[in-house]
Protein backbone atom coordinates (compact mmCIF):
# COMPACT_ATOMS: atom_id res chain seq x y z
CA UNK A 1 0.00 0.00 0.00
CA UNK A 2 1.37 2.91 -1.12
CA UNK A 3 0.91 5.45 2.22
CA UNK A 4 1.42 8.74 0.73
CA UNK A 5 -1.22 8.21 -1.74
CA UNK A 6 -3.91 6.54 0.15
CA UNK A 7 -3.75 9.28 2.41
CA UNK A 8 -4.09 11.18 -0.13
CA UNK A 9 -6.82 9.68 -1.44
CA UNK A 10 -8.43 9.39 2.64
CA UNK A 11 -8.14 13.34 2.15
CA UNK A 12 -10.20 13.77 -0.79
CA UNK A 13 -12.56 10.86 -0.32
CA UNK A 14 -14.04 11.42 3.15
CA UNK A 15 -12.94 14.78 4.52
CA UNK A 16 -13.21 17.07 1.34
CA UNK A 17 -16.11 14.99 -0.75
CA UNK A 18 -17.06 14.35 2.90
CA UNK A 19 -21.50 13.91 2.77
CA UNK A 20 -23.77 14.56 5.25
CA UNK A 21 -24.69 11.97 7.30
CA UNK A 22 -28.19 12.42 7.53
CA UNK A 23 -31.33 14.13 5.60
CA UNK A 24 -31.70 17.39 7.79
CA UNK A 25 -27.63 17.92 7.79
CA UNK A 26 -25.33 19.45 5.13
CA UNK A 27 -21.95 19.77 4.13
CA UNK A 28 -20.77 23.55 3.08
CA UNK A 29 -17.31 24.40 1.52
CA UNK A 30 -16.44 27.86 2.21
CA UNK A 31 -12.75 28.82 1.27
CA UNK A 32 -10.24 26.67 2.72
CA UNK A 33 -12.64 24.63 4.68
CA UNK A 34 -15.36 22.24 4.67
CA UNK A 35 -17.55 21.75 7.37
CA UNK A 36 -20.59 19.65 8.51
CA UNK A 37 -23.46 20.96 9.74
CA UNK A 38 -25.82 18.73 11.66
CA UNK A 39 -29.23 18.42 11.92
CA UNK A 40 -31.14 18.20 14.86
CA UNK A 41 -29.29 16.73 17.62
CA UNK A 42 -26.61 15.79 15.13
CA UNK A 43 -22.52 16.63 14.98
CA UNK A 44 -21.41 19.51 13.59
CA UNK A 45 -17.71 20.59 12.96
CA UNK A 46 -14.74 21.23 10.27
CA UNK A 47 -13.83 18.08 8.25
CA UNK A 48 -11.32 19.69 6.30
CA UNK A 49 -9.08 23.23 5.73
CA UNK A 50 -6.27 24.19 3.75
CA UNK A 51 -4.61 27.24 6.01
CA UNK A 52 -1.32 28.44 6.07
CA UNK A 53 -0.31 30.88 8.75
CA UNK A 54 -1.35 34.06 7.50
CA UNK A 55 -4.89 33.28 7.41
CA UNK A 56 -5.93 30.39 9.84
CA UNK A 57 -6.33 32.45 13.23
CA UNK A 58 -9.05 34.18 10.93
CA UNK A 59 -10.52 31.77 9.19
CA UNK A 60 -10.66 29.63 12.69
CA UNK A 61 -12.97 32.96 13.91
CA UNK A 62 -14.84 32.70 11.15
CA UNK A 63 -15.98 29.04 11.50
CA UNK A 64 -16.07 29.89 15.69
CA UNK A 65 -18.62 32.95 14.48
CA UNK A 66 -20.54 30.45 11.98
CA UNK A 67 -21.07 27.65 14.37
CA UNK A 68 -21.89 30.05 17.48
CA UNK A 69 -23.91 31.93 15.48
CA UNK A 70 -26.58 28.86 14.70
CA UNK A 71 -26.26 28.19 18.61
CA UNK A 72 -23.75 24.78 17.61
CA UNK A 73 -21.27 23.03 19.61
CA UNK A 74 -18.65 22.17 16.91
CA UNK A 75 -15.34 20.04 16.54
CA UNK A 76 -12.94 20.51 14.53
CA UNK A 77 -11.19 17.26 13.54
CA UNK A 78 -7.89 18.30 13.50
CA UNK A 79 -5.28 15.53 11.73
CA UNK A 80 -1.37 15.43 12.35
CA UNK A 81 -0.25 16.26 8.47
CA UNK A 82 -2.90 19.16 8.40
CA UNK A 83 -1.34 22.32 7.63
CA UNK A 84 -0.12 25.16 9.57
CA UNK A 85 1.70 22.45 11.92
CA UNK A 86 0.91 24.67 14.64
CA UNK A 87 -3.11 24.31 14.22
CA UNK A 88 -4.17 22.80 17.04
CA UNK A 89 -2.67 25.86 19.56
CA UNK A 90 -4.33 28.26 17.51
CA UNK A 91 -7.41 26.34 17.98
CA UNK A 92 -6.17 26.15 21.72
CA UNK A 93 -5.55 29.68 21.54
CA UNK A 94 -9.28 30.40 20.38
CA UNK A 95 -11.04 28.55 23.27
CA UNK A 96 -11.10 25.24 21.78
CA UNK A 97 -10.36 22.42 24.10
CA UNK A 98 -8.53 18.82 22.53
CA UNK A 99 -9.86 15.39 23.15
CA UNK A 100 -7.29 12.43 23.48
CA UNK A 101 -5.02 12.17 20.38
CA UNK A 102 -6.17 9.04 18.10
CA UNK A 103 -4.58 7.19 15.53
CA UNK A 104 -5.52 7.21 11.55
CA UNK A 105 -4.89 3.73 10.51
CA UNK A 106 -5.98 1.91 6.88
CA UNK A 107 -5.59 -1.81 5.92
CA UNK A 108 -6.88 -2.98 3.10
CA UNK A 109 -10.21 -5.34 2.68
CA UNK A 110 -8.46 -8.06 1.20
CA UNK A 111 -5.40 -8.42 3.71
CA UNK A 112 -8.49 -9.17 6.18
CA UNK A 113 -10.22 -11.90 4.64
CA UNK A 114 -9.28 -14.79 6.49
CA UNK A 115 -11.17 -17.49 8.31
CA UNK A 116 -10.66 -15.94 12.20
CA UNK A 117 -14.18 -16.96 12.75
CA UNK A 118 -15.25 -16.15 16.53
CA UNK A 119 -13.89 -18.62 19.91
CA UNK A 120 -16.43 -21.12 20.60
CA UNK A 121 -19.24 -20.68 22.04
CA UNK A 122 -19.64 -17.21 20.52
CA UNK A 123 -21.43 -15.97 17.99
CA UNK A 124 -22.24 -12.77 15.30
CA UNK A 125 -25.39 -11.40 14.93
CA UNK A 126 -26.07 -8.38 12.82
CA UNK A 127 -27.97 -5.34 14.35
CA UNK A 128 -31.49 -4.56 12.52
CA UNK A 129 -34.07 -4.30 15.16
CA UNK A 130 -34.37 -2.22 18.71
CA UNK A 131 -33.68 -5.38 20.54
CA UNK A 132 -30.47 -5.89 18.57
CA UNK A 133 -29.90 -2.13 19.66
CA UNK A 134 -30.25 -2.66 23.43
CA UNK A 135 -27.75 -5.33 23.23
CA UNK A 136 -25.03 -3.69 21.42
CA UNK A 137 -25.55 -0.58 23.81
CA UNK A 138 -25.12 -2.93 26.92
CA UNK A 139 -21.91 -4.58 25.50
CA UNK A 140 -20.84 -0.85 24.66
CA UNK A 141 -21.61 0.03 28.43
CA UNK A 142 -19.55 -2.50 29.83
CA UNK A 143 -17.23 -2.53 27.41
CA UNK A 144 -15.90 0.98 27.99
CA UNK A 145 -17.87 2.19 31.16
CA UNK A 146 -19.80 4.87 30.26
CA UNK A 147 -23.43 5.86 29.40
CA UNK A 148 -24.37 4.17 26.08
CA UNK A 149 -27.43 6.53 25.27
CA UNK A 150 -25.19 8.13 22.23
CA UNK A 151 -24.98 4.91 20.44
CA UNK A 152 -28.67 3.83 21.14
CA UNK A 153 -29.44 7.25 19.75
CA UNK A 154 -27.03 6.94 16.59
CA UNK A 155 -27.92 3.33 15.07
CA UNK A 156 -31.76 3.93 15.70
CA UNK A 157 -31.53 6.81 13.60
CA UNK A 158 -29.43 5.43 11.11
CA UNK A 159 -30.69 2.76 11.06
CA UNK A 160 -34.14 4.16 10.20
CA UNK A 161 -33.01 6.40 7.78
CA UNK A 162 -30.35 4.12 5.74
CA UNK A 163 -29.73 0.62 6.86
CA UNK A 164 -28.04 0.04 4.03
CA UNK A 165 -25.10 2.41 4.84
CA UNK A 166 -24.45 1.21 8.22
CA UNK A 167 -23.30 -2.48 9.62
CA UNK A 168 -23.96 -2.66 13.36
CA UNK A 169 -22.70 -6.62 14.71
CA UNK A 170 -23.28 -7.75 18.46
CA UNK A 171 -21.26 -10.84 19.79
CA UNK A 172 -23.20 -12.91 21.70
CA UNK A 173 -21.56 -15.84 24.52
CA UNK A 174 -24.98 -17.32 25.02
CA UNK A 175 -27.76 -14.78 25.78
CA UNK A 176 -25.16 -12.35 27.07
CA UNK A 177 -23.61 -9.49 24.60
CA UNK A 178 -19.81 -9.87 25.07
CA UNK A 179 -18.71 -7.21 22.24
CA UNK A 180 -19.74 -4.72 19.32
CA UNK A 181 -18.91 -3.36 16.50
CA UNK A 182 -20.30 -0.94 13.56
CA UNK A 183 -19.18 -0.67 10.27
CA UNK A 184 -19.95 3.19 7.97
CA UNK A 185 -20.16 2.61 4.22
CA UNK A 186 -20.09 5.87 2.74
CA UNK A 187 -21.44 5.44 -1.20
CA UNK A 188 -19.00 6.85 -3.76
CA UNK A 189 -16.16 6.20 -1.43
CA UNK A 190 -13.47 3.50 -1.48
CA UNK A 191 -13.59 3.66 2.29
CA UNK A 192 -15.55 1.55 4.69
CA UNK A 193 -15.26 3.39 8.54
CA UNK A 194 -14.88 1.10 11.40
CA UNK A 195 -16.05 1.98 14.90
CA UNK A 196 -17.01 0.56 18.37
CA UNK A 197 -15.05 -3.05 18.31
CA UNK A 198 -15.37 -2.88 22.46
CA UNK A 199 -14.82 -6.16 23.95
CA UNK A 200 -16.05 -6.74 27.82
CA UNK A 201 -13.38 -8.30 30.51
CA UNK A 202 -13.56 -11.60 30.47
CA UNK A 203 -13.11 -12.05 26.48
CA UNK A 204 -10.81 -9.84 25.81
CA UNK A 205 -7.38 -11.77 24.43
CA UNK A 206 -9.72 -14.73 22.86
CA UNK A 207 -9.90 -13.15 19.05
CA UNK A 208 -13.23 -11.61 19.59
CA UNK A 209 -12.38 -8.24 18.00
CA UNK A 210 -10.19 -9.55 15.54
CA UNK A 211 -13.96 -12.05 14.24
CA UNK A 212 -15.46 -8.99 14.17
CA UNK A 213 -12.65 -7.05 12.11
CA UNK A 214 -12.95 -9.55 9.64
CA UNK A 215 -16.68 -10.48 9.12
CA UNK A 216 -16.76 -6.35 8.31
CA UNK A 217 -14.24 -6.97 6.22
CA UNK A 218 -16.11 -9.44 3.71
CA UNK A 219 -18.80 -7.19 3.72
CA UNK A 220 -17.02 -4.48 3.02
CA UNK A 221 -15.12 -6.39 -0.03
CA UNK A 222 -18.64 -7.57 -1.50
CA UNK A 223 -19.61 -4.13 -1.77
CA UNK A 224 -16.93 -3.24 -3.19
CA UNK A 225 -14.89 -0.97 -0.67
CA UNK A 226 -10.91 -1.51 -0.62
CA UNK A 227 -10.07 0.11 2.18
CA UNK A 228 -10.94 -0.13 5.57
CA UNK A 229 -10.47 3.08 7.96
CA UNK A 230 -9.68 3.48 11.87
CA UNK A 231 -9.71 5.95 14.42
CA UNK A 232 -7.41 3.77 17.18
CA UNK A 233 -7.14 4.19 20.60
CA UNK A 234 -3.86 3.67 22.22
CA UNK A 235 -4.95 -0.01 23.43
CA UNK A 236 -6.05 -1.00 19.62
CA UNK A 237 -3.43 0.33 17.35
CA UNK A 238 -1.09 -2.27 18.59
CA UNK A 239 -4.31 -4.95 17.85
CA UNK A 240 -4.53 -3.26 14.61
CA UNK A 241 -1.24 -3.17 13.44
CA UNK A 242 -0.50 -7.16 14.02
CA UNK A 243 -4.16 -7.20 11.77
CA UNK A 244 -1.93 -5.48 8.85
CA UNK A 245 -2.99 -1.92 9.24
CA UNK A 246 -1.06 1.06 9.01
CA UNK A 247 -0.99 4.53 10.82
CA UNK A 248 -1.42 7.17 8.60
CA UNK A 249 -1.76 10.19 10.33
CA UNK A 250 -3.21 11.46 13.87
CA UNK A 251 -6.58 12.98 14.61
CA UNK A 252 -7.40 14.77 17.38
CA UNK A 253 -11.18 16.41 17.98
CA UNK A 254 -10.86 20.13 19.28
CA UNK A 255 -13.85 20.95 20.67
CA UNK A 256 -16.07 24.55 21.05
CA UNK A 257 -18.88 25.28 23.26
CA UNK A 258 -20.18 28.49 23.95
CA UNK A 259 -18.97 28.24 27.60
CA UNK A 260 -15.66 27.55 27.18
CA UNK A 261 -15.12 29.48 23.89
CA UNK A 262 -14.25 33.09 23.01
CA UNK A 263 -17.34 34.10 21.28
Avoid at 51 to 70: C, H, N, P, R
Avoid at 149 to 178: E, H, Q, T, Y
Amino acid sequence: MDHAAVLALYDRDMREGARPESSDARVERTGSVVRHVGGEGGWSGVLWSDLDSADADAVIAEQVAYFTGLGHEFEWKLHGHDRPADLGRRLTAAGFTADPEETLMIGETGDQLVDAGPPEGVRIVPVTDRAGVELMVEANERAFGHDGSWLRDLLRARLAADPDAIVALVAMAGDVPVSSARMELIPGTRFAGLWGGGTVEGWRGRGVYRALVAHRARIAADRGYRYLQVDASDQSRPILERLGFAPLSTTTPYVYTRQGGTA
